[in-house]
């Protein structure tokens, strides 16, 4: 009996610690050429959400910007920080929190603020973009109350320049799916879960021994 509930605690202890929601991105024109995975964590109070993005794309795929439509209409009143985000170093993303443009490949959404390498979502600058193998991280502050974590995942769309094994194309990706339509998402203990995880079993197994014994 004492066993069990030590597995039960800990295990309680585990499913309370937050997971962030993982996504991944495949080109929608050029697909395996155009790739990259993105972590996304939402705030206690839903002010706020942090995440990286990383360019897993082939060849020198650059990624030149990536924004969020999140809801119907132009959402304002967020702010990126730091900003600049954290990137390595050549590589320069500035935060704009007013629309970014439509994107046909779906349906015509409307990025209601993101980070861009040029002017807009459509004209990056591939010399500042995020290079494969490369990862960035940000934040983003503001109201979205009444949005799952899944949610505002599902909402973002990476922009692919210098496509291909010359270069010569450029795509777009959304995160597992349609914006703003959640498909299949999959979450990933923190580190800190995962330890106390490790723990408990390792304590579990050393009370069935000295039961044995």
Not at 40 to 63: H, Y
Not at 157 to 180: H, K, L, M, Y
């Amino acid at each position: 009996m004492k066993a069990v509930a030590i597995l039960t605690l800990f295990l309680g202890v585990t499913s309370a610690a937050h997971a962030a929601t993982m996504v991944q991105f495949t080109g929608n024109d050029t697909g395996a050429l155009a790739t990259a995975t993105a972590s996304i964590s939402l705030g206690a109070g839903n002010n706020s959400i942090t995440g990286s993005l990383t360019n897993t794309s082939p060849n020198d795929a650059r990624i030149t910007g990536f924004g969020f439509d999140i809801g119907p209409g132009n959402l304002s009143g967020f702010t990126g920080s730091p900003n600049p985000i954290i990137a390595p170093a050549g590589v320069s993303f500035a935060f704009v929190d007013s629309p970014l443009g439509n994107v046909p490949q779906f349906n015509a959404a409307e990025l209601d603020f993101g980070y861009v390498t040029g002017p807009n979502f459509a004209g990056g600058s591939p010399n500042s973009g995020l290079d494969n193998g490369q990862t960035l991280q940000f934040m983003i502050s503001g109201a979205f109350s009444g949005l799952t974590e899944a949610q505002i995942a599902s909402g973002m769309i990476v922009r692919f320049q210098r496509v291909g094994p010359n270069g010569e194309g450029s795509d777009v990706a959304v995160a597992n799916g349609s914006p703003g339509v959640p498909t299949q998402f999959s979450s990933t203990p923190e580190p800190a879960s995962m330890i106390l995880l490790g723990s408990g079993l390792a304590l579990l197994a050393s009370r069935f021994r000295s039961v044995k014994t």
